[in-house]
């Protein structure tokens, strides 16, 4: 809310001030924030990645290589409410579901990234795993018709033939047209905020170089993995208070386009939770901004602890909230309303949340060790 007046001085001159609510501070009644306090920088692009992009050029793979790549596969799991549940490969040679190396964290999937809901005709899931460190971040392509899966690496560019290992927590992501957006909370090297990376630059690496990361002799490496994702820029919080980038969604119900961002806080915290809406342009495939800063549209102080995903559509938020090893919850709010809370929707630790508009199912996916599933939702099945 705010309140506005003016002060007339020596009966001409209007002062006009406006008091606009704390938005660090969520101890009030009103719990409507001036987006416009919530605020973004944005970074020069890479420079090294277009040198690389030409150097690399021939070993450029399109969405359907990586697709069609694919080394592993899910298992389809018998979940009552999900109207689908996998669960990734776990065998005795190979153990996504047991690993505590990388925990899934974000998911988006080919409906985020083009209205049409497919990226050269194919429907897939993207999911981001964090190491158990922070230092690094894979991203796995997953197809939804064969449920065939391939792991990638996000890298950065640091020189003209080399790269690094994005050091953030990746709690959520949204792929929107080539770009694909991960959010920075862990701040690994001092920045918070988003991280976009360019889905029309997959490099192929060559096989084997474990531990190598970048350019050996005449070949590229990325720890083993085939293949790699480069970032293009990224957006640092710039405001003084802070603002915790916990998980992010695309919606593209909005005009224009926007992210919906949150924060994860336990429940003693003395932080706030609050959700931050940022508008996109599509034309640039980057947020709106005016001199280089990015103004969220909307924020508000939702005050749900341990808030672990959410996402919008046709002005309703769904919100994901862990509770250790119960099952999670899914809070269903029409802002101006008071949220519903579906109390034990999900299975245990939901994370990220995802919008399908071609089905209106939406999608979400769980970390805890040998109970990680990518799971699918039917709109109706939530009390609003
Ligand atoms: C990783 O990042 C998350 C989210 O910011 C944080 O809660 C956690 O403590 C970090 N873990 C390590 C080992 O730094
Ligand atoms: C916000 O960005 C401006 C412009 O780059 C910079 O001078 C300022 O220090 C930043 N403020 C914060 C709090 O990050």
């Known amino acids: 809310m705010k309140v506005c007046f003016s002060i007339v001085l020596h009966g001409a001159v209007y002062i006009t001030a406006t008091f606009a609510a704390d938005p660090n501070n969520c101890n009030t009644a009103n719990k409507e924030r001036s987006g416009s306090d919530f605020t973004l920088k944005e970074n020069a692009d890479n420079t090294y990645l ?21 080394n592993h596969a899910l298992t389809s799991e018998p979940l009552t409410r999900p109207i689908s549940a996998y669960m990734w490969e776990h065998t005795a040679d190979f153990n996504d579901e047991a ?21 050269e005709g194919r429907s897939a899931w993207l999911v981001s795993w964090h190491l158990e460190d922070n230092t690094s971040v894979r991203v796995t392509f997953v197809d939804q018709e064969s449920k065939k899966y391939r792991h990638a690496l996000l890298v950065n560019p640091v020189a003209g033939d080399t790269f690094k290992a994005v050091p953030v927590h990746a709690g959520g992501m ?6 694909l957006w991960v959010v920075d909370s862990s701040g690994g090297d001092g920045a918070v905020g988003f991280r976009v990376f360019d889905l029309s630059n997959i490099w192929t690496m060559d096989s084997g170089g474990d531990t190598v990361m970048g350019k050996s002799g005449s070949s590229y490496y990325a720890m083993g993995y085939k293949y790699v994702i480069p970032q293009i ?6 405001r003084s208070f802070n603002f915790q980038f916990s998980f992010v969604a695309l919606d593209r119900s909005t005009t224009p386009d926007s992210l919906l961002v949150g924060e994860y806080q336990v429940a003693d915290a003395t932080a706030p939770r609050r959700l931050a809406r940022w508008d996109l342009d599509y034309t640039t495939r980057k947020l709106k901004t005016s001199a280089g800063i990015a103004s969220a549209s909307w924020a508000y102080c939702v005050d749900i602890d341990r ?12 919100i994901s909230r862990s509770n250790g090893d119960s099952n999670g919850d ?20 939901p994370e990220d949340l995802s919008w399908d508009t071609r089905t209106d199912t939406f999608y979400g996916l769980t970390e805890a060790k040998n109970k990680r599933y990518i799971l699918t939702y039917k709109k109706s099945q939530v009390s609003v």
Do not use: H, I
Request: glycine share 10%.
């Open 50 to 70: 277009s040198g690389l992009a030409s150097k690399l050029a021939n070993r450029r793979a399109t969405v359907s290589q990586v697709l069609d790549s694919a």
């Open 174 to 179: 949204a792929w929107y047209g080539n770009t």
């Open 233 to 238: 820029r990224s957006y640092t919080w710039n």
């Open 99 to 119: 690993t505590e190396k990388w925990v899934p964290q974000g998911l988006t999937s080919t409906a985020d990234s083009l209205a049409v809901g497919t990226v």
């Open 307 to 318: 808030m672990q995903g959410a996402v919008s559509n046709a002005g309703k938020v769904y």
């Open 330 to 349: 899914l809070w269903a709010w029409t802002p101006g309303n008071a949220a519903k809370n579906n109390a034990g929707f999900f299975p245990p630790s």
